[in-house]
């Protein structure tokens, strides 16, 4: 069974930075390719960034790049996402997700990944 968890969702005012955290363990650490997706309001989930395992390949949402970071503690086996430059419009639930390889599709797409956390709510003042 593979368990992740997220955490460190809070209000922030624009123009501020927050660091996301995704628990896992060591296997899945090194058999999946890890990734962070958003869901605002009446919105459908969308991708926001993945990173490997094996060569800490990255990939950003176009509107999160240059502002958001991910990255992997191996001895913490953990995942992150520094978040800086926050706009209003990054306002959403973020969650951690775990997508087995080989991937079937790509890693933008939600249907790769088949295990997902409960989110945590990222709020974004004006």
């Known amino acids: 069974q593979v368990h992740v968890a997220e955490s460190g969702g809070r209000l922030v005012q624009a123009g501020g930075s927050l660091r996301l955290s995704c628990a896992t363990s060591?296997?899945?650490?090194?058999?999946?390719?890890m990734g962070w997706f958003r869901q605002a309001p009446g919105k459908e989930r969308e991708f926001v960034a993945a990173?490997?395992?094996?060569?800490?390949?990255?990939w950003y949402a176009d509107s999160v790049k240059g502002r958001f970071m991910i990255s992997r503690d191996d001895a913490e086996i953990t995942m992150y996402l520094q978040m800086n430059r926050l706009k209003p419009e990054d306002t959403a639930v973020y969650y951690c997700?775990?997508?087995?390889?080989?991937?079937?599709?790509?890693?933008?797409?939600?249907?790769?990944?088949?295990?997902w956390g409960q989110g945590t709510q990222v709020t974004v003042s004006s």
């Open positions: 060591k296997h899945t650490f090194s058999s999946y390719v």
């Open positions: 990173v490997t395992w094996t060569y800490n390949n990255t």
């Open positions: 997700a775990a997508a087995p390889t080989p991937l079937r599709v790509g890693v933008r797409f939600s249907s790769a990944y088949d295990y």
